[in-house]
């Protein structure tokens, strides 16, 4: 009876064992995600605090030719995309991630909508980041992210200045914290710093 229970006993440890770690992988992972996520909303309402948290101190950011320390990202971004969109969009898409430890390698696929300052055409730019991320004092941040570019494309964006599309009145996305998305709570009868 006794040699029973002690099976029975290591099988349920065995169980417990590798349902901790299977919770453990998916906190991680989802924390990993979020971070990719925040980093993106960041980007688009520029929150240069979301970015700057997004990496670690001594992390870098490469977009080209030009490097940037995670704390001196942020500047560089948002000067940079205002200066050639109105507003933009990152979105992320297929994401995979290999987590060892306290180190995870991450490829995120992006598609980035920028309006171009006339107001009346676009660009989309399609491509990776490469990531590095470390766990450290129980936190995910980036510590290296490489950007790829794959694609780019020119397109017409009249379609917002026309008269049947501003009639809809759809929320216009602010490049600060007054964007609706800050609200807390949303309601629906609150109004939008801005409309189409």
């Known amino acids: ?91 992320i898409t297929t994401h995979i991630c290999e987590i060892d430890g306290d180190i995870a390698h991450c490829e995120s696929y992006v598609l980035v909508g920028l309006l171009n300052p006339d107001g009346r055409t676009a660009q989309l730019m399609s491509g990776r980041y490469l990531d590095r991320l470390e766990r450290r004092d129980g936190t995910w941040r980036i510590a290296l992210r490489r950007s790829t570019v794959e694609l780019a494309l020119s397109a017409d964006a009249s379609l917002l200045q026309t008269p049947f599309f501003t009639r809809q009145g759809f929320v216009k996305g602010t490049r600060d914290t007054t964007d609706l998305s800050y609200r807390r709570p949303l309601r629906h009868d609150t109004e939008p710093p801005e409309r189409w």
């Open 1 to 91: 009876m006794n040699h029973v229970n002690n099976t029975h006993d290591v099988s349920n440890e065995g169980q417990l064992g590798a349902l901790q770690r299977d919770v453990q992988f998916l906190m991680d992972r989802t924390a990993i995600l979020d971070c990719v996520a925040t980093h993106a909303r960041g980007h688009d309402r520029h929150d240069a605090e979301l970015l700057t948290a997004a990496y670690h101190e001594d992390g870098l950011d490469e977009h080209g030719h030009t490097i940037n320390s995670g704390p001196q990202y942020a500047a560089w971004a948002n000067q940079m995309h205002a200066a050639a969109a109105q507003l933009h969009t990152h979105n």
